[in-house]
């Protein structure tokens, strides 16, 4: 498959990784991943841990059309809400206008102010801003220990930061896996495990699913794939019929996944079925698989509708599915 609009490759030129969540994105420490995630597309929260302790957080929200809060004053009820979440006994000092190293080339379109807080236990460094483009207001933050925190690392992570998505596409990148999928697509469903990354999106009648699962080895020894994935999705893949043809993705092995969902309507003998496949659009299935040994990691890309077809293919298309750190 073709290169992710994401280059899951950028740590080994900049020494940070993408991660993409709901329309936010930005560079992070290769040993940073997301461990949690609530709200809506309008309103919610992206917390990115290492082994140790949680290290960003970012909290966004559609701005209020009418007596809207600055930044200043935002940051003045979040440094509140702070100071009320302290132990006892501790103090918070905050500085404002701190020094955030490249503060001076963000966008245009963003309202900001940088602070800086110290309390007993550890240090932050954030950005809050108001962005005029897609009239969301964000704060975002990294903390660390006293000792060991880098100001160069936390500034490149602020400022790669990006509220909104730039083109027709939005891009989702998480535990080393990006994709991109139309921007009219909403997140419906999403599992975020150790073996099992898995996305369900929806759009009018159209539906897409997004997986990528681990130990592929593993899973395929006793198992041919195509009997694999109904077997295992048996309460998603129901009531439809699949056909899976051998493609060429390249070094890897890989297949075209088509069919529709069940009708009785389906058993009429052709030219009729074949003519009632044709005219109900809504019941198309289309996708690919394909199994990743450098990786060692299962593929699926599946989209039902109308426009399951051209989905599938764009989004399968935009996986990178091995970096070169696995050996590709």
């Known amino acids: 498959m073709s290169r992710s609009p994401i280059d899951l490759n950028a740590t080994a030129h900049t020494g940070l990784k993408p991660f993409a969540w709901r329309g936010i994105t930005g560079l992070v420490p290769p040993d ?139 891009f989702w990148a998480v535990f080393d896996f990006g994709f991109a999928c139309p921007l009219s697509f909403v997140l419906q469903r999403h599992k975020l495990q150790s073996g099992l ?48 043809l051998e493609t060429d993705t390249g070094s890897h092995l890989g297949w075209a996944i088509e069919g529709e969902k069940w009708r009785l309507l389906y058993l009429l003998p052709s030219p009729v079925s074949d003519w009632i496949r044709r005219v109900l659009k809504k019941d198309w299935i289309a996708g690919y698989m394909w199994v990743c040994p450098e990786a060692n990691r299962l593929f699926i890309v599946r989209a039902e509708g109308p426009h399951s077809t051209e989905v599938a293919s764009a989004v399968a298309e935009s996986i990178e599915c091995h970096t070169e750190q696995d050996g590709g």
């Open 32 to 170: 940073w991943d997301i461990s949690a995630v609530s709200g809506t597309p309008s309103a919610g929260y992206i917390g990115l841990d290492d082994d140790l302790a949680r290290r960003l957080e970012v909290k966004w929200a559609k701005a209020r059309k009418r007596g809207q809060m600055g930044p200043g004053e935002m940051l003045t009820q979040y440094i509140k809400a702070m100071r009320k979440n302290l132990e006892k006994g501790q103090t918070l000092e905050v500085e404002r206008n701190a020094n955030v190293i490249g503060f001076d080339s963000l966008p245009d379109d963003r309202e900001a102010i940088s602070y800086q807080w110290e309390h007993e236990d550890g240090q932050g460094l954030g950005l809050v801003w108001y962005c005029s483009t897609c009239g969301q207001v964000l704060i975002a933050q990294i903390q660390g220990s006293r000792s060991g925190f880098n100001l160069r690392t936390a500034s490149n992570v602020l400022t790669s930061l990006k509220c909104h998505p730039t083109s027709a596409a939005q």
């Open 197 to 244: 990354l898995s996305f369900e999106f929806a759009h009018g009648s159209d539906r897409l699913y997004v997986e990528r699962l681990g130990m592929a080895e593993t899973i395929l020894e006793h198992t041919d794939p195509t009997l694999w994935v109904p077997k295992v999705h048996w309460k998603k893949l129901r009531r439809r019929r699949m056909r899976f």
